[in-house]
């Protein structure tokens, strides 16, 4: 498997803003993340993508009373992020997200919010292991992020924009405070998105250009 830092180096140096004790939790919740969305990318049947999100769902609760089985994953989130103050419960609603894109035929406006509200609890996890302070708008942030990143996978149809136009708001609203430094590296994975908004959707997001990654360095430096 590739890793995703060598295909996608903003990603590495948004890693590199995290408290550097709680580096690997960010990775491994950012892993989770990426192997739910790639579950869905790899299964053609609902009824096949909700059996194997079950899985997750009951693994991952089940890292509150067990050791992990040998899944490199949950692996990573017992060794990095429980003992950090997290549960595996707490994670459960990042799948109930994912598993919106299965379970409804469209996606309208109340499915956009139930798939941002699950996935974007990412964030408020990371928080957690960050010691991020009770006024950084994790919640906000994960909602946008994640809607942000749903839209450039959704191609250029009507549910993509719908996505980005419910994204907007939540991204400036959440980037319009200053940011803790603990949780800079979240704050930059919202900025990061609304960058994202910004590209029209028929054309490629310019990662590791020096105006995006000029405007994460000055998050990391100064909260905004």
Do not use: C, N
């Amino acid at each position: 498997m590739t890793d995703p830092i060598i295909q996608d180096p903003e990603r590495g140096l948004i890693l590199a803003y995290a408290p550097i004790e709680a580096r690997p939790a960010l990775a491994a919740l950012l892993a989770l993340d990426d192997a739910l969305a790639q579950l869905l990318r790899t299964t053609s049947q609902p009824a096949v993508g909700q059996l194997r999100l079950a899985w997750w769902r009951e693994a991952l609760a089940k890292l509150d009373t067990a050791p992990p089985p040998a899944e490199p994953v949950l692996t990573a989130l017992a060794a990095d992020v429980l003992p950090r103050g997290g549960t595996g419960a707490s994670l459960v609603p990042i799948v109930h997200g994912w598993e919106v894109l299965v379970e409804e035929e469209a996606l309208d406006t109340l499915a956009l919010t139930r798939f941002a509200v699950g996935r974007g609890t990412l964030f408020v996890a990371a928080g957690a292991a960050f010691g991020a302070g009770a006024a950084d708008p994790l919640a906000q942030a994960g909602q946008g992020w994640a809607l942000a990143d749903l839209a450039r996978h959704l191609g250029d149809g009507a549910e993509a924009e719908a996505a980005r136009r419910e994204a907007r708001p939540l991204l400036d609203a959440a980037l319009g405070t200053r940011w803790g430094r603990k949780a800079r590296a979240l704050g930059a994975l919202a900025h990061r998105a609304r960058l994202d908004l910004a590209v029209p959707l028929d054309q490629p997001v310019p990662i590791g250009a020096p105006g995006r990654v000029a405007r994460l360095l000055w998050h990391r430096l100064s909260g905004r």
